[in-house]
């Protein structure tokens, strides 16, 4: 039922603005609906100075994209949602190509 439940709100969140509706529930229950409904997985992760942990989530093929927070209290949010997502090739700064 919750899995249906975020499945739903995930398809109202990319028809709308992502300051319009914030969907929250366990990290584990959100990064497994956007497997299963999108075929997203993590791309890259990172901590912010609040000890918040920034997660991006892509399709393989790049046509979509979720943007996740997790809070210290353990909290995850989709803080955004997107198509056509492009990784761009890392450089390593000060060194010549």
Request: charged share 20%; proline share 3%.
């Amino acid at each position: 039922m919750i899995r249906e439940a975020c499945a739903a709100l995930l398809l109202a969140l990319a028809a709308t603005p992502a300051v319009a509706q914030q969907i929250c529930a366990s990290r584990d229950v959100l990064v497994d609906s956007l497997s299963k409904d999108y075929s997203e997985s993590v791309l890259g992760l990172g901590m912010d100075s609040e000890g918040n942990v920034i997660e991006l989530l892509t399709a393989r093929d790049g046509t979509t994209w979720t943007l996740l927070i997790t809070t210290p209290d353990g909290t995850s949010c989709v803080m955004s949602t997107g198509q056509s997502w492009e990784s761009m090739p890392q450089t390593v700064a000060g060194r010549d190509a």
